[in-house]
């Protein structure tokens, strides 16, 4: 098991940027698949990314490929969301998740961990 806490949420205006981490306890965060999900009020919980054990292979939501860039330091039990070009529609709580798994990233049950989630508003 690992805990995870998100940080670096807040309001941004649309067009701005943020960068969020999800800091995760424990010494075998590297064996860990880490997802990001959200959920705006009214709507069920959306993958947003996921980035596997190695860092490099990544998967992006259509809804924020090519905006939202996700990296992890291993080091520093970290994995970061960077987010450009924000969107009134990214408005969100936002939440990361660990996964033994090793596919199918994009379904949220595969994950066993879960953070307390960290809001994104984005003003028009």
């Known amino acids: 098991q690992v805990q995870l806490v998100e940080s670096g949420g807040g309001l941004v205006q649309a067009g701005g940027s943020l960068r969020l981490a999800c800091v995760a306890s424990?010494?075998?965060?590297?064996?860990?698949?880490v997802g990001w999900f959200r959920q705006a009020p009214g709507k069920e919980r959306e993958f947003v990314a996921s980035?596997?054990?190695?860092?490099?292979?990544?998967d992006y939501a259509d809804s924020v490929k090519g905006r939202f860039t996700l990296s992890r330091d291993n080091s520093k039990n970290t994995v970061y969301l960077l987010m450009h070009s924000l969107k009134p529609e990214d408005t969100a709580v936002y939440y990361c998740?660990?996964?033994?798994?090793?596919?199918?990233?994009?379904?949220?049950?595969?994950?066993?961990?879960w953070g307390q989630g960290t809001q994104v508003t984005v003003s028009s």
């Open positions: 998740a660990a996964t033994l798994y090793y596919s199918n990233f994009r379904v949220s049950d595969r994950y066993s961990d």
């Open positions: 424990g010494r075998i965060f590297s064996t860990y698949g």
């Open positions: 980035i596997a054990r190695n860092g490099v292979t990544t």
